[in-house]
C-alpha cells in the first residue's frame, strides 16, 4: 500500500496516488491552486505592480545591493501553506518541488547558468535550513553549482521591523565565511533566499558579495510578500 499511496496531500490532506515528477506530496488540485507570479512585476524586487509601472515605489528610494529579485509565488494561500510546512514541519520533500519551479528564474539570470549563493541560515534555527534544502535540489537534480559563500552570526529578530531598522539591525551580521574569499568567486552570482520581506536579509548579502568583488548581484526567492 506505502508504494502505491505513498502519504497525503499536504494541502488538503487527500491520499496521493504514485506520481511521476519528484514525488512531491501535494495532489494534482492542490498545485492547480498554487498560482505562480506571472503578471507586471516591480523589474528591481520583482513585487507584482497595480498601478505603477516599472519599479515599485519602494524601490524608487530603498538602493538596494541587488539588482534584481525574483519571486516564484506571493507569500499567501497554498505556497504560503507548503513553505511553512517545509521550514517548520520538516517536510524535506518539498523541496524538490520549490527547487522545480525556481529553474526557470534561476536560468534567465545568465546566459552563462546561475551561479547560486544561498542566503546563509539565521543561527538557532531549527534544522534543516529550507534554503539549504532548496539550494540541494537543485544542486543535485538540476545540476546548479551553488556557493556557500556567506554566514551570518548573531541572532537578529526582524519581525515587524521596516527596510532601515532591519538594515540597521543587520550590519556587520553578514559577511563573507571564513575562507570564503580566497576562493574564485563569480563574477554573478545569484542569492537564493526563501521570504523577500523587506529585501534588507539580501541586501546585505549582495554588499557582502559586492565588496569581495561580485560584479553582479540578483536574486531568486520562494515567495514575496505584498
Ligand atoms: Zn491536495
Ligand atoms: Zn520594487
Redesign the pocket.
Known sequence: MEVLFPGRCLLCGDWLLLAGDHCVPICDACKEKLRPLSGPR?G????ELISEKG??L??RTANYSFDSNMSLFPYSGAAKSLLTAMKFGRRTRLAPFFAAHAVDSLRACGPSGAVIVPAPPRRGRRTPDAVELVARALERNHGFTVLRLLARSGFVQQKSLDLERRRENLKGKISMASGATKRVLPREAVLLDDVFTTGATLDACARALREAGCASVKAVTLVIED
Request: hydrophobic share 10%.
Open positions: 516591480c528591481r524586487c520583482g513585487i519599479t515599485c519602494r524601490c
